[in-house]
T-cell receptor, first 115, second 113 residues
Framework: NAGVTQTPKFQVLKTGQSMTLQCAQD?????MSWYRQDPGMGLRLIHY???????DQGEVPNGYNVSRSTTEDFPLRLLSAAPSQTSVYFC??????????????FGNGTRLTVT | ELKVEQNPLFLSMQEGKNYTIYCNYS?????LYWYRQDPGKSLESLFV?????AVKQEGRLMASLDTKARLSTLHITAAVHDLSATYFC?????????????FGTGTRLTIIP
């Protein structure tokens, strides 16, 4: 049972480059989300999706795009990388309930450095 | 805007001692989660607390939730080295169709032999 799979694990970009972080889950979870983790700031929500074809912004969406064409996949696109986007990125998923009361399942993270 | 504060941010304690990590939050919620993160690793769910007065225990860890005080605690009993990690609380105000999960900044726990 793979759970939530993120690729790549590490990435170095130059300022202005674009790239896509991949995320796939095999638990048939409706909710998927992207967080970034920075020292001393906990995890902050970038974008999320409550189902295929539905996405919404989180706390820190600027500079990132997402799409959700299937239940399984939720890629995160960096449009024009900036040094401020150096961070560890986590994809997470959880099952959908009326009150959102199930915990998140996290991928192993992508460590991104922008020079 | 929901604010979630954990304290202490750093905790160094000796094996065998007891201690408590606190998670305070600013807006009403009756759903809270605790996660553990080992260095360089992902986050692992520890506890799900879904109502006022909820108490969950797993081994040497016990979590509780007081929604009236907007406070959750994670109590460590007779600490062992394996419990060294960063612990996060997360307050859930999600409803059907949206995601409103706010994490605390984490407590880095180091257990000293």
């Amino acid at each position: 049972n793979a759970g939530v799979t993120q690729t790549p694990k590490f990435q170095v970009l130059k300022t202005g480059q674009s790239m896509t972080l991949q995320c796939a889950q095999d638990m048939n979870h409706e909710y998927m989300s992207w967080y970034r983790q920075d020292p001393g700031m906990g995890l902050r929500l970038i974008h999320y999706s409550v189902g295929a074809g539905i996405t919404d912004q989180g706390e820190v969406p600027n500079g990132y795009n997402v799409s959700r064409s299937t239940t399984e996949d939720f890629p995160l696109r960096l449009l024009s990388a900036a040094p401020s986007q150096t961070s560890v990125y986590f994809c997470a998923s959880r099952s959908r309930t009326g009150t959102g009361s199930s915990p998140l399942h996290f991928g192993n993270g992508t460590r991104l450095t922008v020079t | 805007e929901l604010k979630v504060e954990q304290n202490p941010l750093f905790l160094s304690m000796q094996e065998g001692k007891n201690y408590t990590i606190y998670c305070n939050y600013s807006t009403t919620s009756d759903r809270l989660y605790w996660y553990r993160q080992d260095p360089g690793k992902s986050l692992e769910s520890l506890f799900v607390l879904l109502s006022n007065g909820a108490v969950k225990q797993e081994g040497r860890l016990m979590a509780s939730l007081d929604t009236k005080a907007r406070l959750s605690t994670l109590h460590i009993t007779a600490a062992v080295h394996d419990l060294s990690a960063t612990y996060f609380c997360a307050v859930d105000r999600s409803n059907f169709g949206n995601e409103k999960l706010t994490f605390g900044t984490g407590t880095r726990l180091t257990i000293i032999p």
